[in-house]
């Protein structure tokens, strides 16, 4: 009697189980249009592992004006910049308690790469101290850079 009850709840456990995927509808396991993905305000302020990758960005503008647009979106964005040297093209700042190296590096006349590395090596970090940064940068491309006049 025991070994028929103990069979009939596995039957029951089982018939349950196979229900449950027989009510997920189809389209959303399969689309076949690509999806965007636009990083809400949780996703870019959580520490997540970040790719190489997602830290670069290549631009089509001069070294110079891309160094002064860094230091912009870096001031912008409040992050305390520690260092800078513009001969090679370095910016040392520090945000959400983390350093962070960005390096801009010329690629051909009139194109460069930007590059922001945390200085540790460890790629556990939020994703909006980078995806600010290129973001306002690509919202600047435009604008000129007027040099200011020494007095």
Same mark, same amino acid.
């Given at each position: 009697? /025991?070994? $028929?009850? &103990?069979? *009939? &709840? +596995?039957?029951? !456990?089982f018939g349950c189980i196979s229900i449950l995927p027989a009510s997920v509808n189809g389209e959303e396991i399969y689309s076949p249009q690509p999806q965007i993905f636009e990083p809400s305000i949780s996703t870019l302020v959580t520490p997540q592992n970040m790719a190489f990758d997602d830290c670069t960005k290549e631009y089509n503008m001069n070294q110079e &004006? !891309? +160094? +002064?647009?860094? $230091? @912009?979106? $870096?001031? /912008?964005?409040?992050f305390e910049i520690e260092e800078l040297q513009s001969k090679t093209g370095y910016i040392l700042f520090k945000a959400v308690n983390? /350093?962070?190296l960005a390096t801009v590096v010329k690629l051909g006349v009139n194109k460069s790469m930007l590059k922001i590395t945390p200085t540790n090596n460890n790629y556990y970090f @939020?994703?909006? *101290?980078?995806l600010? *940064?290129? &973001?306002? $940068?690509?919202?600047? !491309?435009n604008e000129n850079i007027t040099p200011i006049k020494k007095i």
């Amino acid at each position: 009697m /025991e070994r $028929i009850l &103990k069979n *009939i &709840k +596995y039957l029951l !456990l089982f018939g349950c189980i196979s229900i449950l995927p027989a009510s997920v509808n189809g389209e959303e396991i399969y689309s076949p249009q690509p999806q965007i993905f636009e990083p809400s305000i949780s996703t870019l302020v959580t520490p997540q592992n970040m790719a190489f990758d997602d830290c670069t960005k290549e631009y089509n503008m001069n070294q110079e &004006k !891309l +160094y +002064y647009l860094t $230091i @912009a979106a $870096i001031n /912008e964005n409040r992050f305390e910049i520690e260092e800078l040297q513009s001969k090679t093209g370095y910016i040392l700042f520090k945000a959400v308690n983390k /350093e962070f190296l960005a390096t801009v590096v010329k690629l051909g006349v009139n194109k460069s790469m930007l590059k922001i590395t945390p200085t540790n090596n460890n790629y556990y970090f @939020a994703p909006g *101290i980078v995806l600010n *940064i290129f &973001k306002y $940068i690509d919202l600047n !491309l435009n604008e000129n850079i007027t040099p200011i006049k020494k007095i």
